[in-house]
């Protein structure tokens, strides 16, 4: 990565949440799947998740162009 060093973290455009993911899934795979959205609530665990939890990509996009994608391209991309 041009010299760079350390941790890169590699996302896709935008924001989306666990039940946006699902929902993007189903609707490319067209499937007719109603998904209902679950609060971290519903689940708990001994470690404390943070409310909002979006990677910082822009390391990666410097060193790499800014080459990013969205999520609906990546998705279509593991379903061909």
Known sequence: ????RGVFHL???GTHSWHDFACA???EAG???EAV???SEAYPTPATRPAFSKLDTRKFESAC???TYTMRAGIRRILK
């Open 11 to 13: 996302g896709t455009q």
């Open 31 to 33: 499937r007719n799947v």
């Open 1 to 4: 990565a041009g010299g760079q």
């Open 37 to 39: 959205p679950v609060g």
């Open 65 to 67: 162009g800014g080459i």
């Open 25 to 27: 899934i189903f609707e």
